[in-house]
């Protein structure tokens, strides 16, 4: 059973850098899971932050960023505003046309 | 405008059955694969099922294998998710959502289904 591990919750400063991470319960993340980031305000549909990695979706600001930290797939909010206090997953790539989801990160902004 | 649209959600009974709408619009639609995912209430989200631009290939989570069935008709724009032996622990949002490039990236505004007695 694989368990893509995400913080359950996490704070910033206003104007502040935070790094949430996706990680695997056993084995490292690489480009080969395509990471993606996804931001849900509650009662609201996901929104499409990240994909392939690093990869901003359209009209995504440029202070959202991903990448690779060590073994994990990283989401990096740079200069956090207000409205970045959302929930935020992760999901990896399976191969075979299978997802994993993380549990997602409660980002608090105060 | 690109958008999905989900319909079809309601209250079932725990054994029931139900099937979800998915209608796709501003995007061509047979191109693409696409997905469901649900979100229990309070939960995260979870990985339903996959299904080929074609149809040619598909694939369930082991929690609904062998009692959901996605599926989908391109001259209609439109997915499908049949759900059969209802449980407890289906009741969720459902969302559809285009793969693009291994990821999600075109998302409906979701559908409720209640499975209780």
């Known amino acids: 059973q694989t368990v893509v591990t995400q913080e359950p919750s996490f704070s910033v400063s206003p104007g502040g850098t935070v790094t949430l991470t996706c990680g695997l319960s056993s084995g490292s993340v690489s480009t080969s899971y395509y990471p993606s980031w996804y931001q849900q305000t509650p009662g609201q549909a996901p929104r499409t932050l990240i994909y392939s990695t690093n990869t901003r979706s359209s009209a995504v600001p440029d202070r959202f960023s991903g990448s690779i930290l060590g073994n994990k797939a990283a989401l990096t909010i740079t200069g956090a505003q207000a409205d970045d206090e959302s929930d935020y997953y992760c999901v990896l790539y399976m191969g075979s046309g299978i997802w994993v989801f993380g549990g997602g990160t409660k980002l608090t902004v105060l | 405008e690109v958008q999905l649209v989900e319909s079809g959600g309601g209250l079932v009974q725990p054994g029931g059955s139900l099937r979800l709408s998915c209608a796709a619009s501003g995007f061509t639609f047979s191109s693409s694969g696409v997905n469901w995912v649900r979100q229990a209430p309070g939960k995260g989200l979870e990985w339903v099922s996959y299904?080929?631009?074609?149809?040619?290939?598909?694939y369930y989570a082991d929690s609904v294998k062998g009692r959901f069935t996605i599926s989908r008709d391109n001259a209609k724009n439109s997915l499908y998710l049949q759900m059969n032996s209802l449980r407890d622990e289906d009741t969720a949002v459902y969302y559809c959502?285009?793969?693009?490039?291994?990821?999600?990236?075109?998302w409906g505004q979701g559908t409720m289904v209640t499975v209780s007695s």
């Open positions: 299904i080929t631009s074609s149809s040619s290939t598909i």
């Open positions: 959502a285009r793969a693009f490039q291994k990821a999600f990236d075109i």
